[in-house]
């Protein structure tokens, strides 16, 4: 993929001032999903995290509910968003952003260095949307597979941007030589309130599944999770694969083709830097144009 274009800012020189530092606090518990979890991100110790966010919760009215399906679970006000979209518009502004995604598509948006670090999780597309519309993330990487079988999509002050398909196949442990006369493997899935649409597709093929919990995010747990090669997993057909521990490719019984989705603001044309990161998405050598994503 090019480099990034000379006016935009790689990510690890953006600067967020001073001023607005709680904000990306909060931000970061929303997108890590834990205070130990931001801590580290933010290297701090969990207890400052959790007694700065007690701090805004008190000063702001925000109310914690780790339960719910879409938008902010640490709380969010009136006043808390337009601060949000304050610190977007910094962002923006410097020739950086923030897109998140899940960690099967995390690969394509690795080698664009304007992009600030965001930690890969699975979410239902409905949260996505949220958390886009309240400015915690600038964009987000979404499945077609989850978005067919989505209702009541809240899409205002959004546009959902076609990129191309995203080839998907199996992958399991190299744990030793594959018997070709062998089986597909039970396949570990995502929870369904967060992939429903790809264990839909998956189990259209005949396919066995296995729920990998609510917890399974990181590249370590799907590998503990994967035991001694009993199991397999979903992957993206890209050569970033080659990162993860030695893995056996398996191409699923039939081929799986899934439609990806940039959801921006809507005036994403007006930024330079969300502009730059739909043509470079675009153009990945991962992705396959589809006819008729439009």
């Known amino acids: 993929m090019d480099c990034a274009p000379a006016a935009l800012l790689p990510a690890q020189r953006y600067r967020l001032p001073d001023l607005l530092q709680d904000i990306r606090l909060l931000d ?8 130990l979890q931001a801590s580290r991100l933010l290297s701090m110790s969990q207890p ?9 919760a ?5 109310e914690t509910n780790r339960r719910r399906l879409r938008g902010c679970c640490y709380g969010s006000t009136n006043t808390m968003r337009l601060l ?3 610190c977007r518009t910094h962002r923006l502004e410097d020739g950086v952003a923030r ?4 960690l099967l598509r995390q690969p394509l948006l690795d080698g664009l260095p304007w992009l600030l670090s965001s930690p890969p999780r699975f979410r239902a597309v409905a ?4 958390l886009v519309r309240e400015g915690v993330l600038d964009g987000a990487l979404i499945s077609g597979l ?5 209702a009541e999509l809240h899409i205002e002050d959004l546009e959902l941007v076609p990129l191309g398909g995203l080839r998907l196949l199996l992958a399991a442990l190299a744990t030793g030589p594959m018997d070709p006369c062998a089986d597909w493997p039970p396949v570990l899935v995502p929870h369904r309130g967060v992939a429903a649409g790809l264990q839909r597709a998956l189990q ?6 296995r729920s990998a919990g609510n917890g399974c995010h990181h590249t370590a747990a799907w590998v503990q999770r994967l035991g001694g090669g009993e199991l397999a997993m979903t992957m993206a057909d890209l050569d970033a694969a080659e990162a993860w521990p030695p893995l056996r490719r398996i191409a699923l019984p039939q081929p799986l083709l899934d439609p990806l989705w940039l959801a921006l603001p809507a005036d994403w044309r007006e930024q330079a830097v969300l502009a730059t990161t739909v043509e470079q998405l675009r153009s990945h050598p991962g992705l396959m144009v589809q006819e008729g994503l439009t």
């Open 84 to 86: 949000r979209l304050g």
């Open 146 to 150: 989850e978005l067919d079988g989505a």
């Open 28 to 35: 970061l518990l929303e997108l890590s999903g834990t205070t």
């Open 58 to 62: 008190r000063d702001f009215g925000l």
């Open 48 to 56: 400052t995290v959790s007694r700065r966010y007690r701090a805004l």
């Open 127 to 130: 949260s996505w949307l949220e």
């Open 99 to 102: 897109i998140g995604t899940d």
């Open 204 to 209: 259209q093929q005949g396919l066995v599944l």
